[in-house]
């Protein structure tokens, strides 16, 4: 609040320090509610039209209201099989990837070794990749093994896939909770006679368990979410972004907003319930530490 | 266990890295070079391929044919980029700023759209941007539109696309690197009879660099690459680089140009990020964190 006491302090100025004031006050707070209201327009359109009443086949303008689509959200052919192969790919990949993006993450993080930024770029890269370009290479590999479980294609491919983009995040992600690592607890233990083994069991891992925790979520959003990679990896294989993809030329029935909806939901509810409990986590911890003080003081 | 960790305490890291590393080598490295030798076959799926260095002649093919495409790709990413980097930037200063006790909630609501469907949030664009749709049409019952304006099948809606789709990608390191600005740094210039403006342009503005390089790279990769919002948003003279490669490779079994095509396009972006390593090194890559 300095900053505007300090500029009411001084005399009015020429007009454009006049309008650096203004869009300082005012403007600013307007454009952040216009962007937040653009980012929110396709989510309001995705969940009104799921109580659309659709005249043909087409879901593209208003008709009526109606609960059909949330009563039977698996009405439509195809649906159900395509929401259950997405989430059987993204449970699998998230578990194999945030494993093994996590060890890397371990090894980036608290290790000097040699080939340490080699690797960073390494891991890098596929985040760099074009999506289209990790899909076609991917089909290029399997073309040419031209055999079992590559070829043909099917929902095993898929899964490979996703592990292969999914690492990336996942040491990305683990990485920036060990930035602020407290090391000394670790020593702490090893000093008071555990072993690596113990030490990672003990004191290691739950502290590192938030960033796997968020890892995990982030990787299985865009497992679930993923279509171009999956479309050069899928074969016949019908994920519910191949469902989607499928049916938008000849319109998208209202089920598949109800199932977005629900998706939608969910996610913002898991973002929810782990600010609440961090929240109360922290909370905790303060009470705590003041207790901790209180008694020392006495 | 313990004891041999001990023992060879040098070999720990690479213990730790080798699954994950062996993972990308065979399904991202090895894809890489496969795609590289397909890019240098001839023949089609019909008569069986073979390779031959003289192929080299698939890059200049694809280049010559398909460079309206590649044009219109470099062209609609720049300006989705540049789109993304004015919504994004006062989005991203507010927030860090002047987001106060609502900072997480407001960035929580720049997320959020994301965790909905790609393509369903794309779909739902060619519902506001339809011809007689939420947007156009008061709009035209007005008059203050022509009856026969159209947005959708526009490049215009192409890059709107792109632009929303890619936001956050550009929001969120904008974001981290002004939440790092030491805020004293602003109130000392400004102490020192700075204007608010000249303090933003001699402080905030070149700390928040690396963000805005990060930004850039992170939504220009991506955009150039995407064919689904010119798929779906765009006509026939919309289509991108993207739509061209997947097209070849699914549609027309075109193998050699669809990988001489994608190896061109990875091509200019790892030129990209090696500006981008030399310029800001390889720690700030994976550093970032979400």
Redesign the interface.
């Known amino acids: 609040m300095t900053a505007s006491g300090m500029t009411m302090a001084r005399p009015k100025g020429t007009f454009s320090e006049r309008f650096v004031r203004f869009w300082n006050r005012y403007l600013l707070f307007i454009f952040t509610g216009l962007a937040i209201l653009y980012l929110m327009a396709p989510v309001i359109v995705i969940a009104l039209f799921s109580f659309n009443d659709p005249a043909g086949k087409s879901n593209f303008v208003w008709q009526g209201f109606t609960l059909d689509a949330w009563l039977d959200p698996f009405g439509v052919a195809g649906l159900q099989s395509a929401v259950a192969v997405s989430l059987g790919i993204a449970f699998a990949s998230t578990i194999i990837s945030t494993i093994l993006g996590t060890l890397i993450a371990l090894a980036i993080a608290r290790h000097v070794f040699r080939g340490r930024s080699a690797t960073n770029l390494f891991i890098f890269l596929p985040m760099a990749t074009p999506e289209i370009v990790l899909g076609a290479s991917l089909l290029t590999l399997f073309v040419a093994i031209g055999a079992p479980p590559f070829f043909p294609l099917s929902a095993g491919t898929i899964l490979i896939a996703h592990i292969m983009f999914s690492i990336s995040f996942v040491v990305v992600t683990v990485r920036a909770r060990l930035a602020g690592f407290p090391t000394h607890l670790e020593e702490a233990a090893m000093d008071l006679g555990a072993n690596e083994i113990t030490t990672f069991r003990k004191v290691t891992f739950p502290l590192i368990l938030p960033g796997v925790m968020a890892a995990a979520l982030l990787v299985f959003s865009l497992s679930i979410d993923d279509f171009v990679i999956t479309n050069f990896t899928a074969g016949g294989t019908v994920t519910f972004p191949m469902f989607i993809y499928a049916k938008a030329r000849i319109g998208i029935p209202p089920e598949v907003n109800v199932i977005g909806t629900i998706i939608f939901l969910t996610a913002v509810g898991l973002v929810a319930l782990s600010t609440v409990l961090s929240r109360r986590r922290t909370m905790r911890d303060e009470r705590l530490a003041r207790m901790q003080i209180a008694e020392d003081h006495k | ?2 004891g041999f ?2 023992r060879h305490k ?1 070999a ?3 213990l ?2 080798a ?3 062996l ?2 080598t065979v ?2 490295v ?3 070079f ?2 590289f ?2 890019s240098l076959w001839s023949g089609t799926l019909e008569t069986g391929y073979e390779f031959a260095l003289s192929n080299v002649s698939n890059y200049t093919e694809a280049l010559t044919r398909f460079w309206p495409q590649f044009s219109r790709s470099i062209l609609y990413g720049a300006a989705a980029t540049a789109l993304t980097f004015a ?1 994004s930037y ?2 991203a ?3 860090a700023f ?1 987001g106060g006790r609502y900072k ?1 909630l ?1 960035l ?3 997320v ?2 994301f ?14 941007l ?1 011809d ?3 947007l156009l049409g008061p709009l035209k019952e007005i008059g203050v539109l022509p009856a026969e304006f159209q947005l959708l099948s526009t490049p215009i809606a192409v890059v709107a696309g792109i632009t ?1 789709n890619f ?1 956050p990608f550009m929001t969120l390191p904008i974001y981290v690197s002004l939440e790092k600005i030491d805020k004293r740094l ?2 000392a210039a ?2 020192l009879f700075a ?3 000249g303090a933003f342009r001699r402080i905030t503005l070149p700390l928040s660099l690396p963000g805005i390089f990060a930004g850039s ?1 992170l939504t220009f ?2 955009a ?5 919002n010119a798929e ?1 948003l765009g006509n026939t003279e919309t289509t991108m680089i ?1 739509n061209v ?2 097209n070849q ?2 549609t027309q079994n075109n ?1 050699p140009t ?2 001489a095509l ?1 190896f061109i ?2 091509a200019g ?1 790892l030129i990209a ?1 090696a500006v981008y ?1 030399r310029l800001l090194g ?2 700030e ?6």
Do not use: C, K
């Open positions: 266990m313990g960790l001990r040098h720990v890291p690479y730790l890295l699954p994950g590393l993972w990308l399904f991202y090895l894809p890489g496969q795609m030798m397909t919504i006062p989005l200063y507010t927030i002047r997480n407001l929580f609501l720049v959020a759209p965790f909905t469907s790609f393509l369903l949030r794309t779909v739902s664009w060619t519902i506001i339809g007689t749709g939420i929303y936001l602003v109130e400004e102490d204007t608010s403006f790279l990769i991506p150039m690459g995407d064919y689904v779906l993207g490669i997947q490779f699914l193998y669809a990988s994608s396009l990875m972006i990020v390593a390889t720690d890559l994976t550093a970032g964190g979400v």
